[in-house]
């Protein structure tokens, strides 16, 4: 039986190596909803990224751009890191739009974004927000169009980190048990209805930029934020800083 496979991901020049761990090839579905993937036995094209299973259970991961080899025990860390380094890729290759650090949704026809570092409550904030009908845009990444300014849903499904936290109602906490479709020790994906998961290369303007800040004890309210503030956190968190 084959056990390696090259993905030709649709919008990467080159492809996916996976060494020794086809069946990763069956959650790409799931992850990548809506991508075009075309899976073959061999190319003539070097890998951009290659994951290799080791003999002892291991993923191997390397990417063309970096010396370091990355390793991960448990196979949705291995997925997880496979997809930052996709989006990676693109950001190398597609100049004409910026790859922002966040979340954003779809509120009244325009995209309320949430571009906040690690562990800002991003994912769950927008997993909230679907709960309540809003269609999420992206949880971690959006690639903003540099022409009109518009947010892109690059169609990846929202990851959340377990456990969850304990102040989710109910009714929350049930729409995203119902609907965690891949576990791993750290993350859980979701799976998501188009209706709450945007499709890919949908567009939609930007309404607003909301910064999170969790402190425990503190009622809930809204701040306004200097203009200058959001345009120093966006460039900050774009996936491209290198580029010009």
């Known amino acids: 039986m084959e056990r390696s496979a090259y993905a030709h991901f649709e919008g990467l020049s080159c492809p996916v ?20 993937i075309d899976m073959q036995s061999s190319t003539a094209q070097r890998p951009i990224i290659t994951i290799d299973l080791d003999k002892d259970g291991s993923y191997r991961l390397e990417v063309e751009w970096l010396k370091k080899t990355a390793s991960y025990q448990d196979e949705v860390d291995t997925l997880c890191a496979l997809v930052a380094k996709v989006v990676k890729a693109r950001t190398l290759e597609d100049m004409d739009l910026l790859y922002l650090h966040g979340a954003a949704v779809e509120i009244a026809g325009r995209l309320v974004i949430f571009p906040n570092k690690y562990r800002a409550g991003k994912s769950v904030l927008a997993t909230c927000l679907a709960a309540a009908g809003c269609q999420v845009y992206a949880d971690d990444v959006l690639p903003i169009s540099l022409e009109t300014g518009e947010g892109v849903a690059p169609s990846i499904a929202p990851r959340l980190r377990a456990p969850y936290p304990d102040n989710l109602d109910s009714q929350t906490r049930q729409f995203i048990e119902s609907r965690v479709a891949l576990k ?28 999170l800040e969790r402190e425990e004890g503190v009622q809930p309210e809204l701040r306004a934020i200097a203009e200058s503030d959001v345009l120093r956190q966006v460039v900050w968190q774009n996936f491209a800083r290198e580029i010009d």
Do not use: M, Q
């Open 184 to 211: 791993g020790e750290r993350y859980h994906y979701l799976d998501l209805t188009p209706d709450l998961l945007a499709p890919r290369d949908k567009r939609a303007p930007i309404g607003a930029f909301v910064f």
């Open 17 to 36: 190596l996976l060494s020794n761990c086809i069946e990763l090839a069956d959650r790409f579905p799931l992850i990548f909803p809506g991508w075009k």
